[in-house]
Structure formats: structure tokens, C-alpha cells
């Protein structure tokens, strides 16, 4: 269990390269299952997340070598069980469903687990694969998925769901005929999964958009990639800048991938410069406030929520943020409470009074994405705070204390 110790109100300055996505190469990962052979992944970030992700596909027979940001994945032999524990410790791991359930015609996945930040029911997913010709059974905790060999299916989903179009979109690579996804989830991390699966002989065309049309093949081979950068971690360090006072830029970063945060730290009064592969940032002398809904890409991302409203309470005057895609995203809130910050909050929506002279604190990071909120309003808060329960940071942000080192943070790990 490790800790941090912060001390803040130092304005961070300097440069930062932002490592590959986490949400694109877990599924890169995945996909790998499809195929035959020996794949290299190339800008895999070195996180927790990933690190279980390994252990899932070792467990299906999958050999694992990662070193470097470089992994080699070998699955020749591959079977169709999951490891109970590492399933329920990551969401993602539900994703080993369509291709195992293509590739063997049968897979058994005990119910995910990830982050407790709202419902995330998979009936998307199951009742995709049903369509497809699958039957599922629940036995407990366990779903048992069978399909001899699915066919092809024109499928509507009641919401765009990224996991259940990535979750679809590979289990219809091999299936019979032809699958239309619509309604389907638009982010750019589903772009790279296409282009992944169509290096290994796959027919998809359409991701990025919300109609996604494959034409299934009877096998697939294998292919090298190279991961996109991640345009959350991007986000949250450009947020670190501006909620310090500070300048800087971030380094191989997409910047059409973070536009509306862009667009919104512009209206705020934060001087941006877009370059081809950089952004680069300057923090105003008053911080303007805000009013934001979350939504699906190309929205605000809701994984941004948390560290905006870390933000918002440097801001001159009332922000307001609306969460409509998770129902249970604002448990940090009560942790900002403890370093002075003015929030109200309901299951949907919080109000934000600007500004505060945040203080230190002990706190708790009960998730990924709102610990690292704790991490930005400690950063700008008077005095010593201690963030327990960092392994949720480590899921997502590669050695994040020793990035914000070298940006002038003063943050320190200890572990216990």
C-alpha cells in the first residue's frame, strides 16, 4: 500500500511526455487473442492496470514479455477460463469476452470490477452477444458464454457504450457474415483498435463514427503497433499547470483528442498554444469559472470531471459540473471537503465556490481518476497533505509522483 506526501502551493513549470493510452492498450492487449502468433506493442505504459491485464492473459496461456513501454505478446496456445481475483480487481478484464468467445466458442468471466464510480451494467454487451447468436448463462458471479460460431448481426445499443462496441466489434471479427454496431461509442481509443485488428486481416470500417461495419474472416494473423498517447493523463497535467499557477506543455499528445478540455481552459483564461504533437499552457493571473456536462467523446470526458472540479476551487465565483455518465462520481468530494474546498453536491451534479485557500490534509483516493484530483488540489493547497490509497493512481498514471518531481512538485511515496 503505498502513500503520498505532498507539500503545495509550488507552481509547476517545465515539460512532460505523455505515455501511451491506458484505455487503448488494455484492449490492444485483448485483441491480441484474436489472432495467431507474435505481436510487439509499442508505448504500452507501465501501470498496475497493464501489469493485470498480463496476469489475465498469461493465465489464458498467453506469453507476456514487457519491458521499456515495448510488449511481446505470443498466443499460440490460448484457453478460455479467467483468473477470478485478477477479473474482479479490472473492469477491462470483461473485455477477454468477444474475442475468446470468437476465437474458442466458449469463455467463462467471473463479474468485473474496477473502480465503484457508478452502475456499469453489462447487459450492452451480453445482449450484443446474444444476438450474435451466443447463449449466455450467469452461475453466481460467473458469466458462461457459448457460440459454436457467432454470426454476423445489425445491432442498435440504447447507449454508446466503449466498452460494448470494443467488446462486439472483435467478437465480430470472426464471426459469419456481416455486424453493424450502432449507436456506437465514438473515442479514439476504439479508432486504434480498428486499425490494430485490421493490421491482424480483420474488415472494419466506420469506428470514430457512430456506425461501425464488419465483415467477418475466418482467421486472423498478427501485426505490431504502436499505442496512442493518453489524452487523460495529457488532460491532467495540463490541469496540474493551471491549477499551480504554472506553465508548461505536454509532449506526444493528440491534441484534437482533448479539445473541449482545450477549449475549456481557454474560456477560463489560460493562455494555450496547440502545436502538431504539443500543447503548452499558461495560467492566467485570475482563473474565470465554469459551468460543464460530461458526455460521451466527443463531449468533456468524465474521467477529466474529478480533476476539474480540483480546479474549479482556484476559480473567482460559483462552477458548476453536471455528470451524466457515471451516477456515483463524486465520493472525492467529501475528500476536497477536508482541505477547505466550498462544494455542494448531489449524485449528479456539484457547485463549486472559488476561490479557496485550500489546506493540508490526510486523505483518502477511493478511485483512479478522483485520486488524482487529491493529487492536483494538494499540489496547490498551504501546507502538508498525505494521500493514502494510491494503488488506485498507480492503475493509470505511470511513476506520477516522480513526473510531477520534475515539473518543480514537491511529492514524495512512501509505502507501507
Known amino acids: ?71 511481446q505478446l505470443d498466443v499460440s496456445t490460448i484457453q478460455g477460463h479467467t483468473p477470478e481475483e485478477l477479473v474482479k480487481s479490472m473492469r477491462a478484464s470483461v473485455q477477454v469476452m468477444g474475442p475468446l468467445l470468437a ?22 454487451h451480453l445482449a450484443g452477444f446474444e444476438q450474435m447468436g451466443a447463449t449466455i448463462e450467469v452461475k453466481g458471479d460467473l458469466f458462461v458464454a457459448r457460440a459454436p460460431r457467432l454470426h454476423g448481426a445489425d445491432i442498435t445499443f440504447r447507449y454508446p457504450s466503449v466498452g ?29 483498435i480498428q486499425e490494430f485488428l485490421n493490421g491482424m486481416g480483420a474488415k472494419i470500417q466506420g469506428a470514430g463514427t457512430s456506425v461501425i461495419t464488419i465483415q467477418g474472416v475466418r482467421e486472423l494473423g498478427s501485426t505490431n503497433f504502436q499505442v496512442i498517447p493518453d489524452r487523460i493523463e495529457a488532460g491532467t497535467y495540463l490541469l496540474a499547470f493551471l491549477i499551480t499557477g504554472g506553465s508548461g506543455s505536454v509532449e506526444n499528445v493528440i491534441p484534437k483528442h482533448i479539445g473541449p478540455l482545450l477549449h475549456l481552459v481557454s474560456k477560463m483564461g489560460a493562455q494555450v498554444e496547440i502545436g502538431e504533437r504539443e500543447v503548452s499552457i499558461v495560467s492566467p493571473a485570475r482563473l474565470k469559472p465554469f459551468q460543464i456536462s460530461t458526455a460521451p467523446y466527443p463531449g468533456f470526458p468524465t474521467d477529466l470531471q474529478p480533476q476539474m472540479v480540483a480546479v474549479a476551487t482556484q476559480a473567482q465565483g460559483e462552477s458548476g459540473l453536471e455528470e451524466v455518465v457515471f451516477d456515483r462520481r463524486f465520493g472525492y468530494t467529501e475528500e476536497l471537503r477536508k482541505l477547505g474546498a466550498r462544494i455542494k453536491s448531489n449524485s449528479h451534479a456539484v ?27 494538494t499540489l496547490a493547497a498551504g501546507g502538508q497533505s498525505t494521500i493514502s490509497g494510491v494503488e488506485h493512481i498507480d492503475r493509470g498514471y505511470e511513476a506520477m509522483e516522480q513526473r510531477l518531481q520534475g515539473l518543480g512538485g514537491k511529492i514524495v511515496r512512501f509505502e507501507e
Open 103 to 124: 476465437r474458442l466458442g466458449r469463455v467463462e468471466v467471473a463479474r468485473p470490477g474496477g473502480c465503484n464510480i457508478g452502475n456499469r451494467p453489462l447487459d450492452i
Open 1 to 71: 500500500m503505498g502513500k503520498f506526501l505532498v507539500e503545495g502551493q509550488r507552481s509547476l513549470s517545465g515539460r512532460v511526455s505523455i505515455n501511451g493510452a491506458k484505455n487503448s492498450a488494455l484492449k490492444l492487449m485483448v485483441a491480441s487473442l484474436l489472432g495467431q502468433g507474435t505481436f510487439v506493442l509499442e508505448n504500452v505504459p507501465k501501470i498496475t492496470d497493464v501489469d493485470t491485464m498480463a496476469g489475465v492473459l498469461r493465465a489464458l496461456g498467453v506469453g507476456v514479455e514487457f519491458d521499456s513501454g515495448r510488449m
Open 351 to 377: 457547485v463549486i465556490e472559488g476561490p479557496t485557500n485550500l489546506h493540508g490534509a490526510k486523505l483518502l483516493a477511493g478511485d483512479l481518476r478522483g485520486g488524482a484530483a487529491l493529487v492536483l488540489a
Open 164 to 192: 460494448a462496441t470494443e467488446n462486439i466489434m472483435m467478437a465480430a471479427t470472426m464471426a459469419k457474415g456481416e455486424t453493424v454496431i450502432r449507436n456506437a461509442a465514438r473515442e479514439p481509443e476504439i479508432l486504434d
